[in-house]
C-alpha cells in the first residue's frame, strides 16, 4: 500500500479568526541534486504531483526524486519550515484563509528559484483546487500527474497511519470532499491510478507516462 506523508488539511473547517500571516518563507530541498543521467531532452524536467489525502505524493515524490537523480519539494514541509509552525498551527491559528496565501506565496517561491536540477514537487491536497495556485503550477510550465485511487482505499490507508483529523471521522465526509477537489485533480496532464499498488510499482508507471529515463541507483544516491 502506499504511504502518504503529505498532509491534506482541506477538511478543517474555516475558521473565522482574521489577521496576516507572515510569507517569508526559507528554500528548502529535501533530495540530492541530480548525478546519474538526465531526462531525455523532451522529457519534462519539472513534474507536480497532486491528489487527495491518502495518494501516496510525498512518498511517491520522494522516490521518484531519488530513481531519477532529481530534487524532491514536498511544499508543505517548505512552508512549515519557512513559519516555523505545523500546516495544522496555521489552520487552527490563522484559519484556511491565510494558509491559502502562505501555500500560494510558497509555490512562488519555489518557481522563482532557479532550477538547475530536475525537481518532482508535491503539493498539499487542497493546492490544485485554488485558482491562483492551480495557475502558477500551469504557468510553470511544468507536467502535472494526478495520482487517484477509490476514496475508500484512500481512507483506509489514512486511517492505518493513525492521523488524528476530523475528516477520518467519517467516510461519508471524507468522500464527499474527494469527490468535490477530484475534478481539480483531473485537469492534470496525466492521470495513474495508485490502488493497491507498492510505491516502486507507481514510480515506474510515472517514469513511462512522462517518456522519463532515469539513472541507475548507484547514481541516483
Known sequence: MVKSTSRDTKEIKDHKKSGRASVKLRSRTQAKPATGRSASRSAPRLVFLVGF???GKSSVGRALAERLGWVFEDLDERIEAGQGRSIDQ???ESGEVVFRRIE?????????????????????????AQAKTAALVKKSRGTVVFLDARAEELFERCRKQDLNRPLLR???EFRRLYLARRPFYAQ???HIMTGGKDVATIVEEVIRSLALQGGSKESAK
Open 188 to 190: 492534470a496532464g496525466q
Open 53 to 55: 489525502m491518502g495518494a
Open 90 to 92: 496555521i489552520f487552527r
Open 170 to 172: 467519517s467516510l461519508q
Open 104 to 128: 500560494h506565496a510558497a509555490l512562488r517561491e519555489l518557481l522563482s528559484e532557479s532550477l538547475v536540477s530536475a525537481r518532482a514537487v508535491a503539493l498539499g491536497g487542497g493546492a490544485f
